[in-house]
């Protein structure tokens, strides 16, 4: 028998004798000595592929006890250790813990409290229960042997890491329509001598395998955000709108609060909400004559406001923060638009990172991607600021709109925009929207008449709705398994 080995022979010799293999674990380790299952798995699917035998595959869940189990089953497990290491007069928490070690002490006093086995008596602990029996070394024993668990206590275990459920794989083997005791070898090439000898003509080639993977190309994959940061792009530029620069990380307090006619005294200007540079702490260019027109529309008002009424201060307004939102680019950029001497109307878009001191959970993130856009011209409308939103989404695949009024220093009216979530069964906020105030707007020296509707959405939110997850540091932070997440994800491909 040419290009065989053991395992081979012994498959081909017990198919040949009759019988055939109903449960390939079992075959294995019924051996003397044991076959590896892994191996026999190999050398039954070369055989599969020359058709010689025929393998249903089948599978089931199984438990197994944990490395962490397995020490509790040749130990014993903290609790019981603990509880043994109590003598009758009971015992100091620092003489146990020195008694059983740090560890030990640290997951088994913790379960002889929750089970009552112990109970604290001023700085000594004391048994409450005379005996007691080693249940969960016992439990995990009889997974070891295949016995029934209740479920209950199976989901304990779990908890606790000391069990995990597998997939386990047989196979039944059979007899294939090319069976034979004699394994041939096929040719893989076709070569010169055979074509001049003629032996070609009598060679068995390998037949090929066109279900078989390739081998995968050494390159790297963009990011799931870095996608959807591209389709929204894509969507901005198919819909006309120019794009901002955003490279300013760091921005002054008055291009980022003061120039959107915020007050000094805004919550959102707080430390708990904003996060300011300790060095440099002071911006150092604002152009003169716009500062003190912004500083007189803050103290007194104009184009019909009366302004906030209080003392501007520059000191304040100078002060250097990671920028809370790329809004700060759209003010740059609407007072650049005012200078020109003819005005022209436009649509701006950006989209990259801001920062805001919020507390991380499953919906926000202290850094995260914000996607900003505007359109300014004469005789706009709230109307055309919807239009423009739903029309958006509605190419990135997201139907479920909702706009709710709301309150911005720097837009009036103000909407905010939300969508809904299939797996948090609610409408998450995934923007905010509005008209530019014309205390925004007269400042920069933009004509009379002249309106701009603006809108800032998140990159992370839509991305969670659309693609299912419920957790935003699924997406980004360090919970995100790279190899499976970036490798398999489908938005990657």
Request: with cysteine.
């Amino acid at each position: 028998m040419a290009d065989t080995n053991p395992t081979l022979e012994l498959i081909l010799a017990t198919l040949d004798g009759g019988d055939s293999i109903a449960d390939s674990r079992a075959f294995c380790s019924a051996q003397q000595p044991p076959i590896e299952h892994e191996a026999f798995v190999g050398d039954m699917k070369s055989l599969v592929a020359r058709d010689m035998v025929r393998a249903e595959q089948s599978s089931e869940m199984q438990l197994r006890v944990t490395g962490e189990g397995e020490s509790f089953v040749a130990e014993g497990s903290p609790e019981y250790r603990v509880f043994c290491a109590v003598p009758a007069e009971g015992i100091a928490l620092k003489d146990l813990k020195d008694a059983v070690g740090e560890s030990v002490f640290k997951i088994g006093n913790g379960q002889c409290m929750k089970r009552k086995w112990l109970v604290k008596q001023g700085d000594k602990l004391v048994r409450k229960e005379r005996e007691v029996g080693d249940a969960t070394a016992d439990t995990l024993r009889s997974i070891q042997a295949g016995e029934e668990v209740p479920p209950a206590v199976v989901k304990e275990l779990k908890k606790r890491k000391l069990v995990s459920e597998v997939k386990v794989t047989r196979f039944a083997v059979s007899k294939g329509p090319k069976f034979s005791r004699q394994l041939k070898k096929y040719a893989t090439e076709l070569t010169m001598e055979m074509l001049q000898s003629g032996s070609w003509k009598d060679a068995e080639f390998k037949p090929y395998n066109f279900d078989a993977q390739g081998v995968e190309p050494p390159m790297g994959r963009l990011h799931p955000l870095m996608k959807m940061r591209e389709t929204y792009r894509d969507i901005f530029l198919e819909m006309g709108f120019q794009e901002m620069p955003t490279n300013m990380w760091v921005e002054s307090s008055f291009w980022n609060f003061d120039s959107l006619f915020q007050p000094q005294q805004h919550p959102a200007r707080d430390a708990h909400d904003t996060f300011f540079l300790s060095s440099p702490a002071r911006a150092l260019e604002i152009p003169a004559d716009y500062q003190e027109r912004v500083k007189t529309m803050h103290e007194s008002g104009g184009s019909g406001s009366i302004g906030w009424r209080y003392n501007w201060s520059e000191d304040e307004a100078r002060k250097n923060i990671m920028r809370t939102h790329t809004t700060a680019v759209s003010a740059r950029m609407l007072y650049k638009l005012a200078q020109q001497e003819t005005f022209t109307p436009v649509k701006y878009f950006s989209i990259d990172r801001v920062f805001r001191n919020e507390t991380q959970d499953a919906t926000h993130l202290a850094e995260f991607n914000q996607v900003e856009g505007l359109v300014a011209d004469y005789g706009l409308t709230l109307g055309n600021l919807m239009g423009i939103i739903g029309e958006f989404f509605r190419k990135l695949g997201i139907e479920k709109i909702q706009f709710k009024p709301a309150y911005n220093p720097y837009t009036e009216p103000s909407m905010e925009v939300f969508s809904w979530h299939d797996g948090h069964k609610k409408w998450l906020e995934i923007g905010n929207s509005g008209m530019f105030r014309p205390e925004m707007l007269t400042p920069m020296g933009l004509p009379d008449g002249v309106r701009v509707i603006a809108w800032g959405l998140s990159l992370e939110r839509p991305a969670m709705i659309k693609y299912g997850y419920d957790n935003i540091r699924s997406l980004v932070g360090s919970k995100v398994q790279l190899p499976s997440f970036i490798k398999n994800d489908p938005i990657c491909r």
